[in-house]
């Protein structure tokens, strides 16, 4: 069994910041790769951020030098830290997180989704 929780949105005026989480927990030996996406309403969802455990790092050019992303190993949670906040950021946010299990078998989860609001 394996639960991923995403927390941290919520309603923000322009130019402000927040970080969302995404936690995992069960049957999860580490965390491979964590990837960001988002939906605003009427859009297909896009990749907002993309990190593998090597470090490789690749930001949407809609939010680059404004939204990291980080992780901790020891609490098996990702995070998307989020400067700068413009009204267009607002949608639902989601985690999508590649692993490997206790027996080293990959295996990929996707958060519930968050909302975050950017509006004054």
């Known amino acids: 069994q394996v639960q991923v929780l995403e927390s941290g949105g919520g309603l923000v005026q322009p130019g402000g910041s927040l970080r969302l989480s995404c936690a995992a927990s069960?049957?999860?030996?580490?965390?491979?790769?964590s990837d960001w996406y988002r939906q605003a309403p009427g859009k297909q969802r896009e990749l907002v951020t993309a990190a593998t455990r090597g470090g490789s790092e690749k930001y949407a050019e809609s939010v680059k030098g404004r939204f990291t992303t980080s992780g901790d190993d020891a609490q098996n949670t990702v995070y998307l830290q989020m400067n700068s906040l413009k009204p267009e950021d607002t949608a639902v946010y989601y985690c999508?997180?590649?692993?490997?299990?206790?027996?080293?078998?990959?295996?990929?989860?996707w958060g519930q989704g968050i909302q975050v609001t950017v509006s004054s």
């Open positions: 069960g049957r999860i030996l580490r965390i491979n790769r």
């Open positions: 999508n997180i590649f692993f490997s299990d206790l027996l080293g078998d990959p295996d990929e989860y």
